[in-house]
T-cell receptor, first 114, second 111 residues
Framework: SQQGEEDPQALSIQEGENATMNCSYKTSINNLQWYRQNSGRGLVHLILIRSNEREKHSGRLRVTLDTSKKSSSLLITASRAADTASYFCATELLSSGSARQLTFGSGTQLTVLP | NAGVTQTPKFQVLKTGQSMTLQCAQDMNHNSMYWYRQDPGMGLRLIYYSASEGTTDKGEVPNGYNVSRLNKREFSLRLESAAPSQTSVYFC??????????FGQGTRLTVV
């Protein structure tokens, strides 16, 4: 089964609103990353938060991490139509040899309506 | 600055045929990964490789083999394709930084 699970599976909002996506994971991690995927394209890295951090910002993105609850959230503020995409969380497992497994959740499909 | 290049972009196979998906990266990354993406399932890890000559199984390795030919190239082989292997396949590379870089994907249909 997958390490991370996003919630909600789909989210539809109006342009200018904020979008919040959540991710839960199962085992201890080194870091948690968020990626974006436009339709039919490869994934693109957005932001990383390390296991000893609680919050991180990058532009309109805000990520939080709660290791006690094994959960993270991604907030996109002042959303734009161009933010329409699928968003995935990814976790890197702590102990799996020299090549750490990078596993992804099932994603949240965000639609921003103009 | 090509990044991660996958070939082919599209492929249709008949059940039982074999094929190799190619992946090459020019960023001098150590680790490389193969994922498959099915609707509603997100990305599932098939195989990964820490360095040239080493490979490890991921979540869904059955029906696949891989080769890490050198630091740049990581290929995925389907020996006898099945309809259940119809999917979009992504190659990724990373390290030393945690951020992974993805190819554009190979859309495979097995009929």
């Amino acid at each position: 089964s997958q390490q991370g699970e996003e919630d909600p599976q789909a989210l539809s909002i109006q342009e200018g609103e904020n979008a919040t996506m959540n991710c839960s994971y199962k085992t201890s991690i080194n870091n948690l990353q968020w990626y974006r995927q436009n339709s039919g394209r490869g994934l693109v890295h957005l932001i990383l938060i390390r296991s000893n951090e609680r919050e991180k910002h990058s532009g309109r993105l805000r990520v939080t991490l709660d290791t006690s609850k094994k959960s993270s959230s991604l907030l996109i503020t002042a959303s734009r139509a161009a933010d329409t995409a699928s968003y995935f969380c990814a976790t890197e497992l702590l102990s799996s040899g020299s090549a750490r497994q990078l596993t992804f959740g099932s994603g949240t499909q965000l639609t921003v309506l103009p | 600055n090509a990044g991660v290049t996958q070939t082919p972009k599209f492929q249709v196979l008949k059940t039982g045929q074999s094929m190799t998906l190619q992946c090459a990266q020019d960023m001098n990354h150590n680790s490389m990964y193969w994922y498959r993406q099915d609707p509603g399932m997100g990305l599932r890890l098939i195989y990964y490789s820490a360095s040239e000559g080493t490979t490890d199984k991921g979540e869904v390795p059955n029906g696949y083999n891989v080769s890490r030919l050198n630091k740049r190239e990581f290929s995925l082989r389907l020996e006898s394709a099945a309809p259940s292997q119809t999917s979009v396949y992504f190659c990724a590379s990373k390290q030393p930084t945690p951020e992974a870089f993805f190819g554009q994907g190979t859309r495979l249909t097995v009929v």
